[in-house]
């Protein structure tokens, strides 16, 4: 009896000891967010509560910061790892953000769409002639979306005014239903959810008339690659992962987008089957949407020459290339 209750417990002792080293194994990433809400960058919150990235060997710190000048900032400072971010950074990697593309994440624009007041006249992107559209900043993949929709309406850049109100939610819609802008450029779920309140209305989903693009990628910081290849690799796992569990659970990730953006069941629905075909479930880089990437930077003047893209990405730490 004595001798099977000291087995029990010396089996009890390894198996916590084990615990405890896969624990301290687990390498912490800080993990810039630059939307904490949008249905893009949600496997990052659903991963850590499925348990993905701690099965990879990671310990995921998800950082808020809303926008993408202030992940650039964080880059700099070393204040995260790496970041869920615009596909169009790569000028801002010329100019000393010293980080890497280390996986493509939204590779279409179904994301975005043109939203507009509920009682808007405009029927067409042909009717957004001499009206103010509302970007988030300058200079940003929401304003070259608004000269694509322009371009669509076969409008020249000339014939819309750009307004820049800000990236998050409550002012794009504060400018709307005041009449600072007469469209925004914005999420395609935000424009169903103000058609529930009768606040707003979708005009046309950037899918409508952008064809394979960039959107978003997942970035590291250099020097933590170099450091920590291993945790960049892990945290791709659980990434990828997590978004093939979205892409067969439908149910359940519905579920999680209600706890993470408070729109409706049917709102989140749509999302769901709008957004979800357009998440990247290797990672890999597709030429088609590099090629339209680059050129949009030099529709924003960006940059005054399409850059090669692929001196900026790798795809080395990506789950099927080791």
Known sequence: ??????????????????????????????????????????????????????????????????????????????????????????????????????????????????????????????????????????????????????AKGGLARSDITIVAVGSTTAPQVAALVTGQVDAQVSAVALGWNLEDQKKGRLLAAASDFVGPFLLNAIYARDDFIKENPDAVRGFLKGWYETVNFMATHRAETIDFEKSVDSFSQVVNEKQYDYVMPSLSRDGSFPRDALAATARSMVDLHMLDTEPDMTKFLTSRYLPQSH
């Open 1 to 150: 009896m004595y001798h099977a209750a000291r087995s029990i417990l010396l089996l009890a002792i390894a198996a916590m000891m084990g615990i405890i080293a896969r624990a301290d194994a687990a390498t912490t990433v800080r993990v810039g967010n630059s939307s904490a809400t949008a249905f893009n960058f949600m496997p990052l919150a659903f991963g850590i509560k499925l348990g993905n990235f701690a099965k990879a060997g990671v310990d995921v710190q998800p950082v808020n910061l809303e926008g993408a000048s202030k992940i650039y900032q964080a880059m700099i400072a070393g204040s995260i790892d790496m970041s869920l971010a615009a596909g169009t950074d790569v000028p801002f990697i010329m100019k000393g953000v010293p980080e890497t593309g280390v996986g493509a994440l939204a590779i279409t624009p179904a994301l975005l769409g043109v939203i507009l007041p509920w009682n808007s006249p405009i029927k067409s992107l042909a009717d957004l002639k001499g009206k103010k559209v509302g970007v988030s900043t300058e200079g940003s993949l929401t304003e070259w979306v608004a000269f694509a929709a322009a």
